[in-house]
């Protein structure tokens, strides 16, 4: 079993930075993929981007590319999501999420067991 628990969330203007942080209980934190989601108001939870077990890989939305960045520290069970030149889309609940997925390739969504409860942020123009 693991519990996740989302932090960091807020309000920034546009071209503005965030850091999200995502702390993990259990001690098998380091065998799970680690993802991030987002939900907008009406709209489907999104994949943001994800970092493998041993951080060694990562994957990213398009629209995310080149401003968000996934990392981890395994000895403090965290995992974290920097977001820079934030954008009004942006505006959304951010969920994290993981996957006991064992290699290095992206997880499928499906394989994802466990979520947080999600921290708001949001964008202004």
């Known amino acids: 079993q693991v519990q996740l628990v989302e932090s960091g969330g807020g309000l920034v203007q546009a071209g503005g930075s965030l850091r999200l942080s995502c702390a993990a209980s259990?001690?098998?934190?380091?065998?799970?993929?680690m993802g991030w989601f987002r939900q907008a108001p009406g709209k489907e939870r999104d994949f943001v981007g994800v970092?493998?077990?041993?951080?060694?890989?990562?994957y990213y939305a398009d629209s995310v590319k080149g401003r968000f960045t996934i990392s981890r520290d395994n000895a403090k069970n965290t995992v974290y999501l920097q977001m820079n030149s934030l954008k009004p889309e942006d505006t959304a609940v951010y969920y994290c999420?993981?996957?006991?997925?064992?290699?290095?390739?992206?997880?499928?969504?499906?394989?994802?067991?466990?979520w947080g409860q999600g921290t708001q942020v949001t964008v202004s123009s």
């Open positions: 259990g001690r098998t934190f380091s065998r799970y993929a």
């Open positions: 999420a993981a996957t006991n997925w064992g290699t290095e390739n992206r997880p499928p969504r499906r394989t994802y067991d466990y």
């Open positions: 970092i493998s077990w041993s951080g060694g890989s990562t």
